[in-house]
């Protein structure tokens, strides 16, 4: 069985949804840990919770458009979509992580 | 009996609280409608939305720090912390309500 993941074009991308979905201890911890860029497994995003705890986070991140998921053979691979969230919420994702440069 | 309406201080204004706080239709509406600054009575805004519908909504607010509540009589007033969550979250209440400036 195929398994389809849904992610919202870009433009579909809302903000409401957005902030919901950051608002959460654990998925502000997982755009955290992707907040490199990189592609992640997502066993390797905070090992130490236990994976059943995760499921519904990733699926929040995704369905807002936080994150995307790929599917590889059983595993999932995790990627934050910056240039997307950069796109619809200029400074956004860099005010949340922390990464905003001190304003004059 | 006295109504005891409990505030964070600002330094115990959590961004993860406040993300929460803010991702929901009606929760981002109220903020919306009290971005001028301006204290308003709870019944002047959205009027259209059941008074029961809301009460949940002002103390998700008030609790995460994106409101003060003020009873006067047996009314509430309400107003946006501003200045608060810009001390705690430079331009982060600004980016929500649209009003950053497009940068280069």
């Keep these: 069985m195929a398994v389809v993941l849904l992610h919202p074009d870009t433009d579909?991308?809302?903000?409401?949804?957005?902030?919901a979905a950051?608002?959460?201890?654990?998925?502000?911890?997982?755009v955290r840990a992707l907040a490199s860029g990189e592609e992640m497994f997502c066993g390797a995003i905070l090992p130490e919770v236990p994976r059943s705890s995760l499921t519904h986070h990733w699926r929040a991140l995704r369905e807002s458009g936080?994150?995307?998921q790929r599917p590889a053979g059983r595993k999932l691979y995790l990627t934050l979509r910056r240039d997307d969230l950069?796109?619809?919420?200029?400074?956004?994702l860099a005010l949340v992580l922390g990464e905003a440069e001190s304003r004059a």
Tied chains: 1, 2.
């Excluded at 950051?22 to 997982?30: E, K, T």
């Excluded at 950069?86 to 956004?92: H, M």
Aim: charged share 25%.
């Design 12 to 19: 579909r991308i809302e903000l409401v949804d957005v902030l």
């Design 86 to 92: 950069e796109a619809r919420f200029p400074g956004l």
């Design 66 to 68: 936080v994150i995307r």
């Design 22 to 30: 950051l608002g959460h201890p654990l998925r502000l911890a997982i």
